[in-house]
């Protein structure tokens, strides 16, 4: 059975700082995985999906990467804004389902 | 503005109530998912429909009945709920794996009470 775990659980920093979100799966058998960014009382807003066969994506401030055979992805935020304040999610899809299976999520701050 | 749209926002509810979810895209996706959020913890998916046609179902009680009426709707029902079912209802939109690598696109969700 698929496991996702988020390190960390919560985040907090000053504007501006460069940061890093883990995310870490079990069965590296995925079909891709994704970073969701999801506010309070709202729904998901997808960020990025790396597919299997590769090993970054990039938009904006943000940069993703993969590394299947370890099981692991990170999140990489540039010079971070209050209003990326957020939980953000990891969720991974296999090879052989259409299921997303989530991590937990990391709750950021970041103070103005 | 999300490209999901569901409705109503919020539903407050007793237990011997009937009331419907209702979710719409129209992004020509022909996989459509409900999923339940409790706080603080991650979305738990509940169905998944392609084509029409149910595909998943996650051991959901049968007091939680889906219904996809055509391509761009998705309704869940809801019948002699629990005030453990008392979460967030999200419902999602994405292209068949088959034909593309796209991400699941969610709805803000409708936030749901049992009295």
């Known amino acids: 059975k698929q496991e996702v775990t988020q390190i960390p659980a919560a985040l907090s920093v000053p504007e501006g700082e460069n940061l890093v979100l883990n995310c870490s799966f079990t069965?590296?058998?995925?079909?891709?995985l994704q970073w969701f960014r999801q506010d309070p009382g709202k729904g998901l807003t997808s960020l990025l999906l790396?597919?299997?066969?590769?090993r970054e994506q990039t938009s904006g401030r943000l940069n993703a990467s993969l590394d299947k055979s370890s099981g692991r992805s990170t999140l990489y935020i540039a010079a971070s804004q209050p209003g990326d304040s957020a939980t953000y999610l990891c969720?991974?899809?296999?090879?052989?389902?259409?299921?997303?299976?989530f991590g937990a999520g990391t709750i950021l701050r970041v103070k103005s | 503005d999300t490209e999901v749209t569901q409705t109503p926002k919020h539903l407050v509810m007793g237990m011997t109530n009937k009331k419907s979810l209702k979710c719409e895209q129209h992004?020509?996706?022909?996989?459509m998912y409900w999923y339940k959020q409790k706080a603080k913890k991650p979305p738990e998916l509940m169905f998944v429909?392609?084509?029409?046609?149910?595909?998943i179902n996650e051991s959901v009680p049968s007091r939680f009945s889906p219904e996809c009426p055509n391509s761009s709707l998705l309704n869940l029902h809801l019948h002699a709920l629990q005030p453990e079912d008392s979460a967030l209802y999200l419902c999602?939109?994405?292209?068949?794996?088959?034909?593309?690598?796209?991400?699941?696109?969610f709805g803000d969700g409708t936030r749901l009470s049992i009295l």
């Open positions: 969720a991974v899809i296999m090879e052989y389902g259409n299921k997303l299976v």
């Open positions: 790396i597919q299997s066969s590769q």
């Open positions: 999602a939109s994405s292209q068949l794996r088959s034909r593309s690598n796209q991400p699941q696109h």
């Open positions: 069965d590296s058998a995925i079909y891709n």
């Open positions: 992004m020509g996706h022909r996989a």
């Open positions: 429909y392609s084509y029409e046609k149910l595909s």
